[in-house]
């Protein structure tokens, strides 16, 4: 070969060298911008990683985990519940590219989103405060910094999830003054308590602070257990809530969760990815502690407990708060995808998956009878191109289960 | 459902509740048979998809922003 030749070769190895590092940078950057936008607020969230982490999930780091959790808990305040609940935060690892649920992670991701701004945008005024209770990781951090929150307040009941909710906004602090951006990050203070047992107030540090907005995603449905902690947590939603004010969330809907439970034989129903067994008198589930598991992937999970709208709304009421809007995930879907933010978030967040999947990637899910839809739709298509955005059929049927709710102080 | 420790008016509540909700989940509540009789709506579907697309220009927006001239560049 002459010098010249050698000489190319060598520069064509140089090239691909470098578009190889630039790709891996970029994947890394993608990466990084994934896990700020994604999802920890929530107990449902633990479920999310626990599940599908299980396999890597080594039996003596769980162990040293629930040894480390019982520690920190001598405390009386929490139940074998919450000890449930901290066990499974404790089960989380990284990873969760490769999940069988990722699109509807950052599905759920873009309901909370586009939750968050449709009632901020509801409130006048520039200098809001918000209070995220049950706040898991701190999934919801990088929302409420868009959000242009100027104060907010994490609480949840497992020191362990609080500290890496709180590394994660020291990791904002430090990033926005990196990227010398002009407008400052939010004031956050973190506070460890069960929300369903523990009046937030007296542990905040301006104990008069008003709050435009309150927050529980994912989780609201554990404080029906019984009466006194579902009015535990309404208090602490509503103390500090400024007349006009709203408390969002986002819930099961009994009544669906319900009736698919009263169309099978026993009590136990779901598909390949999730499961959910009652244990509470199916005639007539009672109003607080209808218990029943949610399982994602292979693990059992926390208890969680039917929230019946009608007492959730009765009860709200005693509390000023007023039920302004209770809407299926579906039908919230149906109405924000349109609209600009929720159609170029949607993209953002790969909220939905690409079907059929691009070359030399696989779909989330079974490619031979999980995407019937798409499949059907694509057949009846006059246009040439193929790509369209949806989500597996199993994974639906999850997401569909859920509601979002929200309530106004009244004056 | 615990019921001991309840106060009077905690009680009160749940027994106007029981009698409010009895047909709870039942034929007779026509919101609960609403949901019931629904069929599951199909997974969404959004056409045309550009997602990948859309994420790389906007990798490319950020480079050119009306600030990049602020970046620290020190080889030319």
Not at chain 1, 62 to 74: D, G, I, M, Y
Not at chain 1, 152 to 158: K, S, T
Not at chain 1, 201 to 215: A, M
Request: hydrophobic letters at 30%; glycine letters at 4%; a positive charge.
């Amino acid at each position: 070969m002459s010098a010249p030749g050698i000489m190319n070769e060598a520069k064509e190895k140089r090239d691909e060298i470098s578009k190889k590092e630039e790709k891996n940078y970029r994947q890394n950057k993608r990466s990084q911008i994934e896990e700020h936008s994604s999802d920890a607020s929530s107990s449902k969230r633990v479920k999310y990683d626990a599940a599908q982490n299980v396999n890597n999930t080594s039996s003596e780091l769980s162990s040293n985990n629930s040894e480390k959790t019982n520690e920190s808990l001598s405390k009386k305040e929490y139940s074998d519940n919450s000890l449930l609940v901290i066990q499974h935060y404790n089960t989380i690892l990284d990873d969760r590219n490769k999940s069988r649920i990722l699109y509807m992670r950052n599905f759920n991701n873009w309901i909370k989103s586009m939750l968050m701004s449709e009632y901020t945008n509801e409130i006048y005024g520039t200098r809001l405060k918000a209070l995220d209770m049950c706040c898991g990781r701190g999934g919801d951090l990088f929302k409420w910094k868009k959000l242009n929150v100027t104060y907010l307040i994490c609480a949840d009941l497992a020191e362990r999830t609080i500290q890496e909710c709180q590394d994660r906004y020291n990791e904002m602090l430090k990033q926005n003054s990196a990227e010398r951006k002009y407008s400052p990050i939010f004031t956050a203070e973190f506070i460890t308590a069960d929300c369903t047992k523990v009046r937030l107030r007296s542990k905040f540090e301006d104990p008069s602070i008003k709050f435009d907005l309150v927050s529980c995603q994912f989780a609201f449905h554990y404080c029906f257990e019984s009466l006194e902690q579902a009015e535990c947590m309404l208090k602490n939603a509503s103390e500090c809530l400024k007349p006009g004010g709203y408390f969002i969330g986002t819930i099961p809907d009994a009544y669906d969760l319900v009736s698919r439970w009263q169309r099978c034989d026993g009590n136990s129903f779901g598909n390949d990815i999730y499961s959910v067994e009652f244990f509470c008198n199916k005639t007539k589930p009672p109003l607080f502690g209808a218990k029943y598991h949610f399982k994602l992937g292979n693990l059992v999970n926390c208890p969680e407990f039917l929230v019946y709208l009608p007492v959730f709304r009765k009860l709200a009421l005693k509390f000023g708060l007023n039920l302004v809007k209770f809407e299926r995930f579906d039908s919230f879907y149906e109405r924000m995808k349109d609209k600009r933010k929720g159609k170029q978030l949607l993209k953002k967040i790969q909220a939905l998956e690409t079907y059929p999947s691009r070359h030399g990637e696989m779909l989330s899910g079974n490619p031979d009878k999980d995407y019937q839809h798409a499949k059907e739709y694509n057949t009846q298509k006059t246009s040439n191109r193929r790509e369209i955005g949806t989500l597996s059929q199993p994974e639906w049927e999850v997401i569909s289960l859920y509601a979002v709710f929200a309530f106004q102080k009244m004056k | 459902m615990e019921e001991k420790n309840l106060t009077d008016e905690q009680k009160k509540f749940l027994e106007e509740c029981e009698n409010e909700f009895k047909d709870r989940y039942t034929e007779k509540e026509a919101e609960f048979m609403k949901i019931k009789n629904m069929e599951l709506n199909r997974p969404p579907i959004i056409d045309p998809w550009y997602s990948k697309n859309g994420r790389y220009n906007n990798d490319r927006r950020r480079h050119f922003n009306k600030y990049s001239h602020h970046r620290h560049r020190p080889y030319p």
